[in-house]
């Protein structure tokens, strides 16, 4: 994996505040930090990117601190990006701005051939239920749940060969269809697959490309997916511990062989699951 730095220029207007700064691995399809340190008199209420804002969470470990994720777009072309800091200070409304660049995250290419029909759906039933399919998990991704079900650091859901990483650029017969969306396991069919993490089932159902699929909300916009699966353990509704068997890994969906698909979202985008975990263990779960 290649580790590349956020550079963050801050404004020497921003002395006073109270900002700190990781340097984290970060570029296009991953995720970046901000951290404030609780300061009397000021309200930290939200970051704007661009035309997308961001609340800003408490800290889970640590009280004095409040955080903020910056996932990034895959789609995202090397540039400087402006954040703009919303808060108050002694009941009056300020904002601070910051840059920082987005790089090239340097993502290999694969080809894949797969079924015709597949493909390139024509059929119109199929059209109709991938497209509501695709707006239901939309749905799930842009909602913010106020709470943090975490207070603890995230693992991986199978401990297993990583067959196929995210964001390889995937050309299916001759076609450039986008990038893979999370991190394939390998897994025969039946492995028991465990919960990253403490959250809510907010989606067990079988869908037309990830086959049966869970959808885990930790809280606070972030989110964790497993597909392909051949057994439900768990219904739409429960609430799960870390490492807690949710399924059985199969292949089911539009794949090839039985694995494990695993992904993640921040404030609606889909972003690089094993970088998430990492900056997330090591700034707000104290795992280094
Ligand atoms: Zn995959």
Do not use: W
Not at 195 to 220: C, M, P, T, W
């Amino acid at each position: 994996m290649r580790y590349i730095y956020i550079f963050l220029f801050l404004f020497s207007s921003l002395g006073a505040f109270n900002v700190e700064i990781p340097k984290e691995t970060v570029s296009n399809g991953r995720t970046g930090i901000l951290m404030f340190n609780k300061e009397k008199g000021v309200q930290y209420q939200k970051i704007v990117v661009g035309k997308q804002s961001y609340k800003i969470f408490k800290h889970p470990t640590d009280a004095h601190k409040l955080y903020v994720l910056l996932p990034e777009s895959y789609y995202k072309k090397p540039s400087k990006q402006k954040v703009q800091i919303i808060y108050t200070k002694n009941a009056k409304k300020k904002s601070k701005i910051l840059y920082f660049n987005v790089v090239d995250g340097k993502y290999e290419k694969e080809t894949i051939h797969v079924q015709k029909s597949k493909v390139n759906p024509t059929d119109k039933k199929v059209k109709a239920r991938t497209a509501k399919e695709y707006a239901q998990a939309m749905k799930i991704y842009n909602t913010i749940t106020p709470k943090n079900y975490v207070r603890s650091p995230y693992i991986v859901p199978l401990d297993s060969k990583i067959t196929s990483a995210f964001g390889i650029a995937r050309v299916y017969n001759d076609t450039l269809k986008g990038y893979h969306s999370g991190t394939d396991f390998r897994a025969k069919i039946g492995t028991p697959i465990i919960a990253s993490n403490d959250g809510k089932v907010v989606l067990a159902q079988n869908r037309f490309y990830s086959g049966n699929s869970i959808i885990i909300d930790h809280g606070e916009g972030i989110y964790t997916c497993y597909y392909h699966m051949s057994q439900f353990k768990v219904k739409k509704g429960a609430m799960v511990k870390k490492g807690e068997v949710i399924g059985l890994s199969g292949d089911t969906g539009r794949i090839t062989g039985p694995h494990l698909h695993f992904s993640a979202r921040v404030g609606g985008l889909q972003v690089d699951p094993l970088q998430l975990v990492k900056l997330l263990n090591k700034n707000l779960y104290g795992d280094i």
